[in-house]
Structure formats: structure tokens, C-alpha cells
């Protein structure tokens, strides 16, 4: 019986909670810069000790972690070094629920599917967005 109600439960978490994209896709050239943002529920204006945010990028055969926060606290260590020095998180807006990640100094490679893990006090979800980066040999 117990193990119905945590089930029940973790099914009432995930039907509450949700991180959106503003955006599903995204296309920009090669050397200009992006902002790629998810919006997740904020219920209870809580400590950020409790916020999880693990972003990738995942292309063909790997994956690759391009934004890392754990118990509130951003984890640069880590990032993928193909992203070592080019993002950039608002911090003012996480606040509120918003995760927006600036992507600077945009290359080929970065081309692919991104998604962000959230998890807080209120739940667990994800929300995913593809990015296309096109170089000169496209133009
Ligand atoms: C997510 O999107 C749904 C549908 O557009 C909207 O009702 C909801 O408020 C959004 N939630 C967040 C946290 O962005
Ligand atoms: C990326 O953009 C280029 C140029 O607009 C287009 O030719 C190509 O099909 C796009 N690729 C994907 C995967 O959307
Ligand atoms: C991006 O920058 C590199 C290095 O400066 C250059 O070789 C390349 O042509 C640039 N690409 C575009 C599309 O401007």
C-alpha cells in the first residue's frame, strides 16, 4: 500500500512541475552568439540549496554537459570543454524560473538537441530544444 502512495506520488510531481522551452528550435550562424531558455514551475519560493539543473547537449553518438548546478551551486568543472568559457547563465531570472543560458562564439559542433534536467522542492522534469549552427560552407 505504502509503495502505491509513493508511486501516486512521484506521478503527482511530475504532473505539477514542468519545464517548458520558449523556443523547440533554434538557428544561428557559426561565430554569432544565442540565448536557449526553459522556463520551469516555481510553486514555493524556496532555498536554492534544493535547485538541480544538469543541461546537455546531445549529438550524434555523445553527449555532452554544458550547464551544471548542484544544491544551488553552479558547477564549472563539469562542462564539457567545448563550452569551457562560452556560457553564461541569468542568475536574475533563475529566480523566477527561468534558465537563460547565452551561448557565445557559436561553432558547427554545438548543432543538436539540448536538454535541461530540473529538479527542485517541487519535482522533476525536463525540457528539450535543438539548436542549429550553420557555418560559411552553408552561405
Ligand atoms: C508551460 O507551458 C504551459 C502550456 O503553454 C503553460 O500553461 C505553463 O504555464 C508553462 N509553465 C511554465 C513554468 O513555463
Ligand atoms: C540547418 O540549417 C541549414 C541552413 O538553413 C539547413 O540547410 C539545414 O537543413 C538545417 N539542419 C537541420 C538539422 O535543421
Ligand atoms: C568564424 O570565425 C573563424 C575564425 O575567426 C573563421 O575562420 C570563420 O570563417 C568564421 N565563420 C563565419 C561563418 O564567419
Same mark, same amino acid.
Given at each position: 500500500k505504502r509503495l502505491i502512495f509513493f508511486f501516486l506520488f512521484i506521478y +503527482?510531481? $511530475?504532473?505539477? =512541475? *514542468?519545464v517548458n522551452v520558449t523556443q523547440s528550435s533554434y538557428q544561428a550562424e557559426e561565430n554569432h552568439s544565442i540565448t536557449l531558455e526553459w522556463? =520551469?514551475?516555481?510553486k514555493?519560493? #524556496?532555498? +536554492?540549496?534544493?535547485? =538541480? @539543473?544538469?543541461? $546537455?547537449l546531445l549529438a550524434p553518438h555523445k553527449e555532452l554537459i554544458f550547464y551544471h548546478i /548542484?544544491?544551488?551551486v553552479e558547477i564549472p568543472d563539469s562542462q564539457h570543454e567545448q563550452f569551457s568559457g562560452r556560457?553564461? @547563465?541569468d542568475k536574475d531570472v533563475?529566480?523566477? #524560473?527561468? @534558465?537563460?543560458? /547565452? *551561448? $557565445? !562564439?557559436?561553432?558547427?559542433?554545438?548543432s543538436g538537441l539540448y536538454v535541461c534536467y530540473v529538479k527542485?522542492?517541487?519535482? =522533476?522534469?525536463? #525540457? !528539450?530544444?535543438?539548436?542549429n549552427v550553420t557555418g560559411e560552407s552553408f552561405g
Open positions: +503527482w510531481l $511530475s504532473a505539477t =512541475f *514542468v522556463t =520551469f514551475t516555481t514555493t519560493q #524556496g532555498s +536554492w540549496k534544493n535547485l =538541480f @539543473i544538469y543541461c $546537455s /548542484h544544491e544551488g556560457v553564461q @547563465i533563475l529566480r523566477e #524560473g527561468r @534558465i537563460r543560458l /547565452h *551561448v $557565445s !562564439r557559436l561553432r558547427t559542433e554545438d527542485t522542492e517541487d519535482g =522533476f522534469n525536463s #525540457g !528539450r530544444c535543438r539548436l
